[in-house]
């Protein structure tokens, strides 16, 4: 004989598993720490599971076009989900801006960056032991593409772009530097900060000035319309928690 508290925890339970659902997500990489906290409150609160792929945006766009089954974006710009949406990839009136993004010229050189950047016009780059810096595809890589108009703008394209190696993503730009196989790089300030505090090496944030805003957009993809867990994870984004996360890492909302 079953107890009536029995059958009604037996029901919860049940209904809670039910309710429970997963959502793949496309991250864009320079969101990979926050959003890495994000999802496990946003399973903690919820019970929803979401499931992360970091990358660069400008692949995920190509792999959304083939058919890649992600339910949600998190772009590293605003443009890739409006031309999303634009091409009915992406369902209608879901897009918003999650984060502004920081651009910030990194060494783990602890006093090789000075705080204005002006190292990348040293015309003994050798000497000061940089050989190599590291910039994300400015084809696929909005922080790239950002990266490549502050160097316009300091008009010191011969002086450092003989020295790039490119990365794929921000993420891997950022290993490019962690390991030192290149002693400068352009890299996400969320990468390299936390509260406010540079974690290691030195760095000079760029002002957002010298290039154009990196607006990051979220958006539904049309693979998520009908999955109530991927719905909840773009409401979830929008809450204090998540904003809370977010600013911890750099970003302005």
Known sequence: MKFPWMLALTSTLFLSVAQAGEVTVAVAANFTAPMQKIAQAFEQDTEHKALLAFGATGKFFAQIKNGAPFEVLLAADDETPARLEKESLAV???RFTYATGRLALWSKQPNLVDDKGEVLRSPNLDKLGVHK???ADPKLAPYGAAAMEV???LGVQANVVPKF?????IGQTYQFVSTENAQLGFVALSQISIDGRITQGSAWVVPQSMHTPLKQDAVLLKAGKDNTAAIALLKYLQGDKAKTIIRQYGYAL
């Open 92 to 94: 209608p009136g879901t």
């Open 133 to 135: 810096i590291a910039i």
């Open 165 to 169: 190696v490119q990365g794929e993503s």
């Open 151 to 153: 160097i316009q703008h």
